[in-house]
Nanobody
Framework: QVQVVESGGGLVQAGGSLRLSCTAS????????TGWFRQAAGKEREFVAH????????DYAASVKGRFTIVRDDAENTVHLPMNNLKPEDTAVYYC?????????????????WGQGTQVTVSS
């Protein structure tokens, strides 16, 4: 069983920045793939970004490309999501998901373990 915990959400004005973090348990964290998803009120959960176990070829949703970055820190068993130039439409609950087999995908069904989510609210 892998425990996944997100942190770093909050309230920020449009144009501001936040950094989300995702910490996962397990001795083989360096082999995990990690994805970030978000769900706004009344909408379906959507893909935000993912990173493979190697850190190569991270992928982003078109709506966040150029503003969000996904990076991994294997020494801390953590994946970070710095978010810049935030917009009101970025407001959502952000979820971190882990695939212990290292297969990064844009599909939420590809991840076995999920965190409880962290709220990001961007005011206009």
């Amino acid at each position: 069983q892998v425990q996944v915990v997100e942190s770093g959400g909050g309230l920020v004005q449009a144009g501001g920045s936040l950094r989300l973090s995702c910490t996962a348990s397990g001795r083989t964290f360096s082999r995990y793939a990690t994805g970030w998803f978000r769900q706004a009120a009344g909408k379906e959960r959507e893909f935000v970004a993912h990173i493979s176990w190697s850190g190569a070829s991270p992928d982003y949703a078109a709506s966040v490309k150029g503003r969000f970055t996904i990076v991994r820190d294997d020494a801390e068993n953590t994946v970070h999501l710095p978010m810049n130039n935030l917009k009101p439409e970025d407001t959502a609950v952000y979820y971190c998901a882990v695939d212990p087999w290292g297969r990064a995908t844009i599909h939420s069904s590809g991840y076995d373990y999920w965190g409880q989510g962290t709220q990001v609210t961007v005011s206009s």
